[in-house]
């Protein structure tokens, strides 16, 4: 079992073993890539429910983290949230599956994912348009997608029979696509029997002993030295008392391009009692005042690490173009994971999915779409849609996403209203049309500067579009009976 102490750095300060790791370049593959996939894939596979309720972060605006934790739309969450006394999902459990204990599930997860095709399953993702995917190697449940070697503090190893680890790894990789991998540092309910129901809770439920901290080292370092995955990308937290900038430092040795992500701020090495007592009176108070707080305040949010290579807002966006390299993820429904109580009409409209994927990468950001499989490996019929459809339109607008840049500005308007989003690659300017349906005729792009005519502006999927210059600004000719698309693109040459 490798342990933290075997890449301690005792000779250092903590500033200084920081330090190590400042001045790191985001490598070109991770900004080129544009679209990953998130795939949830666990336990919660097999109950696959959560209430139909509203998005995330409107629950957390009306009632906070306690509202959200007896509603909690996440079916990842299935564990905490049916033991929530009288929450949907503790009636959902009790009717479907009286008082049988979570982790009965493991023979059921195990049989069905026995016959998962993962080929199958890439060459989707892959054909969707995704250059990376993420998958949960082990998420709040403890249980391990992957064979591990590393003995549980408490002495209950729960993992899957087979690899998924590594035979998606190997699948991805073989689509011509990065594999990455999410673990969940922060929360781990086999080490503790945590019921998670109020504000307090989430610090609470944070490991604060040696042990853990030592376990989920060991871990992340078997799957870096396993599988080296092209993302390391940690949720929640990380627990106190060890040497993380090490930790950081053995995966860059391993994945000189790999990228980790920002969810790793450390929590305390111990708790005492006054600290839990402290913790739970910040909480309590929390919920006293929380109409009065600030709406920044009201959404899914996570410390930030000291180091990391990019973010990730849930559900969120900016106005501007952001310097840091950032990724935004959200659900193709409300959930990450499968939820069979969901409906078609739950799932995103392709429109605003495509539109906010443009929004996202021409503010210097990737997407990274949450997906959950069935036990065996299969995408529902209702996920699969959104999928083929964002599929099709990237085989149209692919080139204008993938590889590019954020251009000066991320947003403008045509003289006709029509919503205006931006990318560059190399000499080529890209010009999104937001409108399902632009309005056919002249379109002024006030943000283009143009001293003559010579440039030259394609319509991808149609063609050369006719263009002229209007008071030194660039106007394109947008044609009638446009095909049905979320957005349309126009690739523009000869512009700064």
Sequence with gaps: MARAADVKSSDQTPDEAWDTLSGREVPDWFHDAKLGIFLHWGLYSVPAWAPRVEHINAIIAKSGVRGLYGANPYSEWYRNSYRVPGSPSAQHHLATYGDRDY???????????SAADTDHLAALLRDAGAEYVVLTSKHHDGFTLWPSQVEHPRGTQRYADRDLVGDLTESVRGAGMRMGLYYS?????????????????????????????????????????????????????????????????????????????????????????????????????????????????????????RHSDFTTPEYRTFDEVQAEKWEQTRGVGHSFALNRNERAEDMIDVADLVRGFVDVVSKNGNLLLGVGPDADGTIPVEQ?????????????????????????????????????????????????????????GRHVIEQIAVSDERVAVELLGVGPVAHSVVDGKLAVEVPDALADAPVHTLRITGVR
């Design 103 to 113: 982790y009965e599930f493991a023979g059921d997860f195990d049989r069905a994912a």
């Design 384 to 440: 699969q849609r959104v999928l083929d459809a964002l599929g099709a339109w990237m085989a149209v607008n692919g080139t204008a996403i993938k590889g590019t840049r954020p251009w000066r500005i991320a947003e403008g308007r045509t003289d006709r209203g029509t919503s205006l989003r931006f990318t560059r690659s190399n000499a080529v300017l890209h010009a999104f049309l937001m409108d399902q349906t632009p309005p056919a």
């Design 185 to 305: 540092g922060g929360y781990d309910w086999s080490v503790h029997d945590v019921i998670m129901k109020r504000n307090a809770d989430a610090m609470l439920a944070l490991p604060a002993e040696a042990a853990y901290e030592q376990y989920a080292t060991a871990h992340v370092r078997e799957l870096i030295e396993r599988y080296r995955p092209s993302v390391l990308w940690n949720d929640i937290g990380w627990p106190g008392g060890g040497d993380l900038p090490a930790l950081f430092r053995a995966y860059y040795e391993q994945v000189p391009d790999g990228v980790i992500n920002d969810r790793w701020a450390e929590g305390p090495a111990q708790r005492g009692r006054f600290a839990a007592f402290v913790t739970k009176l910040v909480g309590a108070a929390t919920e006293i005042f929380w109409p009065l707080m600030p709406p920044a305040f009201k959404q899914v949010g996570f410390p930030a690490a």
